[in-house]
């Protein structure tokens, strides 16, 4: 079973509109986080946002926050006010137990390919 | 911030020959770095974990003996293509956390190998 599931092959959203790109995962340690990665068509990994299992609160950086719902086990990823330069493939990641001396690999999702049209 | 770089960014060799990647972290010091590989519009896959001074972890199904890795000091890991052949084309990446309280993995531009 997939453990990152984006259901999203792609997505188009327009300049300055909001836009979510959902993500959902399947674990059974309490402990784990959730990362954001964007990769732009040069191909670099850019970290965007962080969540631990827990954290109370929503991760917000920016123009990106990650609506966090554990019970459903989903944290979508939120950018506000789009720009040109945030298209781009957007990747959801999980690292499953402790920060400190858990397991450090990362599980990726296969991706949203988002599109922001002028 | 932290820096990963990697070289080649781009490498194209013959079917049968070895070609060498270098994962270096910049400004800070790595305890394990990771190399991950990509195919086209797919997402990344993890090959192995690479700790200093010992030998590496392989996922399951990654050939320890094709690729082979090494993590000979705080700021190097190289991960070798042995007897490269075309199916071995692909997007390599490496990526590096060793910052004490940072949680984020960071990553390098990557190497695009292509095996003709």
């Known amino acids: 079973a997939q453990k990152i599931t984006q259901t999203q092959p792609g997505m188009f959203v327009q300049e300055k509109e909001a836009v979510t790109l959902d993500c959902t995962y399947d674990?059974?340690?309490?402990?784990?986080?959730l990362f954001w990665y964007k990769q732009p068509s040069s191909g670099e990994m850019i970290f965007l946002i962080y969540?631990?299992?827990?954290?109370?609160q929503n991760a917000t950086e920016g123009r990106y926050s990650l609506n966090f719902q554990k019970a459903r086990k989903s944290a979508n990823l939120v950018i506000s006010a789009s720009q040109l330069g945030d298209s781009a493939m957007y990747f959801c990641a999980m690292r499953e137990g402790q920060i400190q001396g858990g397991s450090e690999k990362l599980v990726f999702g296969k991706g949203t390919k988002l599109t922001v049209n002028p | 911030g932290a820096v990963v770089s990697q070289h080649p960014s781009r490498v194209i060799c013959k079917s049968g020959t070895s070609v060498k990647i270098e994962c270096r972290s910049l400004?800070?010091?790595?305890?394990?770095m990771f190399w991950y590989r990509q195919f086209p519009k797919q997402s990344l896959m993890l090959m192995a974990t690479?700790?200093?001074?010992?030998?590496?972890?392989?996922e399951q199904g990654v050939e320890k003996d094709k690729f082979l890795i090494n993590h000979a000091s705080l700021t190097l890991s190289t991960l070798t293509v042995t007897s490269a052949h075309p199916e071995d084309s692909s997007f390599y990446i490496c990526s590096a956390r060793g910052l004490a309280g940072v949680i984020e993995q960071y990553f390098g531009p990557g190497t695009r190998l292509t095996v003709t």
């Open positions: 400004d800070f010091q790595a305890t394990t």
């Open positions: 690479s700790n200093e001074g010992s030998k590496a972890t392989y």
């Open positions: 674990t059974s340690d309490p402990s784990y986080g």
């Open positions: 969540q631990g299992s827990y954290d109370q």
